[in-house]
């Protein structure tokens, strides 16, 4: 289940600034390599930026928000122009049509009052922020889109975050297929079973209530049977990762190899689990060693796992310590 670049691009959201389009409000851009280049390699961008497109212009004043964290208005630090309604507005029609383009994911600016998606400040009448809002256009896209996962290109930084967000980005294309194709019971069966390591690999607790979930799959309508396994499906692997996890995994695969591998072939293994967990090597050693076993014994079961496979290779996300 490899992941090739002549596969169809997975389509992403992104602020335009990323790209390197200059819609700041000093005229340049916030262009970042990684998103534009090497995620460019498997993600079809569709840009926007919310500030050019209703009419702030380039360069523009600088805007911030005031007033209420949960409903803040958007206003010009100059002029105190008020470009709140417009915003909003822009913001709902504009959230109603990514909606229908199929998206996978969305990466936005950090620390901005329209796509920042977390700790945006807000100032109060007092003339004090407090690093409880949202953007504006975000907020509209989170609450239009909810399900889709979404990330600041600034927590991107952070290896394990970035591991995350691409992980969920193409699990929620590959779940996405599951319910718009040919959805049966069965099919959501094998692809559950195909995810099994990559959801233990997040969360034990929320993997066994999935699998409860399709177990019990005949009693509930298909609509409601997907809906439910949507939502949980990308709940679960909202959870990070870690060595100990990852670990537990990774001897749970071993086991497939009981009776395969010779006595120094599984110290080997072993030996290149423990390094992994105590962050002396990191997890693409363990997994490239497994996946040898796996492709040398043809083991079918363990072959069809999208653990190890999640993403392309090209990403090099598991090559961090």
């Not at 360069?59 to 010009?76: D, H, I, K, S």
């Amino acid at each position: 289940m490899a992941i090739r670049k002549s596969d169809s691009k997975i389509k992403v959201g992104v602020s335009s600034c990323l790209l390197g389009e200059k819609v700041r409000w000093n005229g340049d851009h916030k262009q970042s390599l990684f998103v534009k280049n090497l995620l460019g390699q498997f993600f079809e961008w569709v840009p926007t930026c919310p500030e050019v497109e209703i009419g702030m212009g380039i360069p523009r004043e600088t805007v911030q928000l005031q007033g209420n964290p949960n409903a803040p208005r958007m206003v010009g630090n100059t002029t105190g122009t008020d470009w709140t309604a417009r915003m909003n507005r822009y913001s709902k029609n504009r959230s109603a049509e990514l909606s229908k383009m199929n998206l996978s994911g969305y990466i936005f600016k950090n620390r901005s009052p329209s796509c920042g998606i977390a700790r945006i400040k807000v100032y109060g009448d007092d003339g004090n922020p407090t690093p409880n809002g949202r953007g504006l256009f975000a907020e509209a896209f989170m609450q239009q889109c909810a399900g889709v996962p979404v990330e600041d290109e600034g927590r991107l930084q952070d290896a394990r975050i970035r591991e995350n967000f691409i992980t969920r980005v193409f699990a929620y294309h590959r779940l996405a297929h599951l319910l718009n194709e040919r959805f049966s019971r069965k099919i959501l069966v094998e692809f559950h079973t195909a995810h099994k390591f990559l959801l233990l690999a997040h969360s034990r607790k929320h993997y066994d209530a999935l699998g409860k979930l399709v177990a019990t799959a005949k009693q509930h309508s298909p609509s409601e049977l997907k809906r439910r396994y949507a939502e949980a499906f990308m709940q679960t692997l909202s959870f990070k990762t870690t060595p100990k996890k990852n670990a537990d995994v990774l001897y749970h695969m071993l086991g497939f190899f009981k009776k395969l591998l010779s006595e120094e072939e599984k110290r080997d293994v072993i030996e290149a689990i423990e390094d992994y967990r105590n962050e002396l090597v990191p997890l693409i050693v363990p997994v490239t060693l497994i996946k040898h076993h796996v492709r040398r014994h043809q083991v079918a079961y363990l072959s069809d796992q999208v653990y190890l496979n999640p993403h392309p290779k090209e990403l090099m996300l598991r090559n961090h310590v």
